[in-house]
């Protein structure tokens, strides 16, 4: 049974980066679209970005468009986030999902009743 794990969270201060990873085992990532959310407590899951099982088609959310990255490593199993001129509204529990048979749902990002299967998270801070 494929498992999902995130790791690289923490606490940055404005302006920094960070790299979330999402390491899967159990199976391979490699043919699945992969999607990252976050969370705030006492608000709904958003969808942040998406990477599709061929690696064409990647989703960014407007809120982080020029400053978030979607990579997938096929050798190591991965998909990582690279979170680039970091801001206290990026604070977030993120996690990473994937959707076994379909793609990171076009200009309205991937839905979250879509996923398959889910990681724990992640949490990022961000503060100065």
């Known amino acids: 049974q494929l498992e999902l794990a995130e790791s690289g969270g923490g606490f940055m201060q404005p302006g920094g980066s960070l790299t979330l990873s999402c390491a899967g085992s159990g199976d391979t990532l490699n043919d699945k679209t992969v999607a990252w959310f976050r969370q705030v407590p006492g608000k709904g899951r958003e969808a942040v970005s998406c990477?599709?099982?061929?690696?064409?088609?990647?989703y960014y959310a407007p809120f982080v468009k020029g400053r978030f990255t979607i990579t997938r490593d096929r050798a190591k199993n991965t998909v990582y986030l690279q979170m680039n001129s970091l801001i206290p509204e990026d604070t977030a529990n993120y996690s990473c999902?994937?959707?076994?048979?379909?793609?990171?749902?076009?200009?309205?990002?991937?839905?979250?009743?879509?996923?398959?299967?889910w990681g724990k998270g992640t949490l990022v801070t961000v503060s100065s």
């Open positions: 999902a994937l959707n076994r048979w379909g793609g990171c749902g076009g200009t309205s990002g991937p839905r979250e009743d879509l996923m398959n299967a």
């Open positions: 990477i599709s099982s061929t690696d064409m088609r990647t």
